[in-house]
């Protein structure tokens, strides 16, 4: 480390296992930990940096409980705009990631960049001594998310998944938070296996809008954006608009289609109702067109099964017009669980309420306790989305080990738990 304790970006490239080495060699000790117990001080103003500040991310530039000091993008015009609406002289701007993880001034790092970029930033995040904030879906693969979460354990970092659903805020057709139907469940009224069914019935969009296209003709890349910083580890493919920005959901190298986008949104109140946190199904059936190779498409029906009986049904075409959310042997719930709470209130009450979480993510960064959306289980919410995409990517049913994480005897689903990054980038 220099004298001046100014990580150079040849240093990082270094010593980074973003490139292949085996770990960090040093450790970068952000400004805000003081004292013996690694506490932040009530009085010490927390600070951030936003990496990738399109569209979601600049939303995301003047949230409480931090103070912006960087943003960051690969698109000169995006890394404009954003700068124009902070309007701060104490803000920089930067179109390369490393360059704002060298600053020690920065306590936390805000990843509203394309899902193939995630993971690798994450842990870099991580070996550099930041907090993230990341937004969904976690990681793009399920090898990748095993990484975010062994490199935020092994630096001592507070991660935060940004999807709100299982601790806050209404959830989509069901006129109340997920906190009384956890408590419904736990309460055992509905019985045991459960089943839940996610579709329009039940109040829950797809967006097979968020398709690919097959027809992209390669076209000369804007003088702003810097397209190979942009692909980063995906593969080359030749420069179309409609790769990038607000349309990369629909294509494989970047993201899942809907399911990519919607799914940990959707999915990750289920794994939290069903107190599934710390597994995942072992198997998953599928009901799709073939897919292109390239461009994601739309799917019919995917069925996840755990081995104790419970199934989360992703019901695509909405088949089944009757379907309840949650379906036990002794009772179901249907949309709109709001309208009925009245006739439940005095028997749940007799119950007791779910375990408190850490839900103010400035609260969680300065007592360094976990936030209630954090890389271990955003991992597992993460890995049933990454199980849909490869069983609909190869359109067959998968037998997965959620203890190894492994697709048991399938070379073929294995390789697209570790897929290849584009040199230099891999973890």
């Known amino acids: ?25 040093f450790s970068i000790v952000p400004r805000r930990v003081l004292g013996m117990n690694g506490q932040t001080a009530p009085s010490d103003e927390l600070t951030k940096a936003v990496i990738g500040v399109g569209g979601m991310g600049r939303g995301h530039l003047r949230y409480p409980g931090a103070r912006l000091l960087a943003v960051c993008d690969v698109d000169a015009n995006h890394l404009k705009q954003a700068l124009e609406l902070v309007d701060d002289a104490d803000v920089k701007g930067y179109s390369d990631f490393r360059e704002v993880l060298e600053r020690q001034d920065i306590d936390i790092v805000h990843i509203p960049t394309p899902p193939h970029w995630h993971g690798l930033i994450s842990i870099a995040a991580a070996e550099a001594g930041k907090d993230i904030w990341c937004e969904k879906p976690m990681t793009r693969t399920i090898g990748e998310g095993k990484k975010v979460v062994e490199a935020v ?190 006739n439940l209130e005095k028997k749940l009450a007799a119950f007791p309420d779910p375990e408190p979480q850490v839900v103010d993510f400035s609260h969680a ?13 955003g991992h597992r919410s993460c890995t049933l989305i990454n199980l849909g995409k490869i069983a609909v990517r190869l359109g067959r049913g998968l037998k997965f080990d959620p203890v190894q994480q492994r697709f048991i005897d399938d070379d073929v689903a294995n390789r697209l738990i570790d897929q290849p990054m584009r040199a230099p980038w891999h973890v």
Not at 7 to 25: E, H, M, P, T, Y
Not at 365 to 377: D, G, H, P, Q, Y
């Open 1 to 25: 480390m220099k004298k001046n304790n100014h990580v150079s970006r040849r240093d990082f490239l270094k010593k980074s296992s973003l490139f292949g080495a085996a770990s960090l060699s």
């Open 365 to 377: 960064v300065r007592t360094r306790r976990k936030f209630a959306l954090n890389e271990a289980n």
């Open 153 to 342: 354990q092994r630096n001592g970092r507070i991660f935060r998944l940004n999807t709100w659903f299982r601790f806050q805020d209404t959830f989509y057709g069901f006129g109340t938070p997920v906190k009384p139907i956890k408590k419904l469940v736990d309460s055992g009224m509905l019985g045991w296996p459960l089943k839940a069914t996610v579709s329009a019935t039940t109040g829950f969009n797809w967006k097979f809008n968020w398709s690919g296209r097959t027809d992209l003709a390669p076209q000369e890349v804007p003088a702003e954006l810097d397209y190979n910083m942009w692909l980063g580890p995906a593969p080359y493919k030749p420069y179309h608009p409609h790769r990038v920005h607000g349309t990369f959901r629909g294509y494989w190298d970047y993201d899942g289609g809907g399911l990519g986008d919607m799914g940990q949104h959707y999915l990750d109140p289920i794994q939290y109702l069903l107190g599934k946190d710390e597994t995942s199904p072992v198997e998953v059936d599928v009901d799709t067109p073939q897919q292109h190779p390239d461009a994601v498409g739309s799917w019919r029906r995917i069925t996840l099964k755990y081995a104790d009986g419970c199934q989360i049904v992703l019901d695509g075409e909405d088949r089944d017009k009757n379907a309840a959310f949650l379906e036990g042997p002794d009772g179901k719930l249907f949309r709109g669980f709001r309208s009925n709470i009245e």
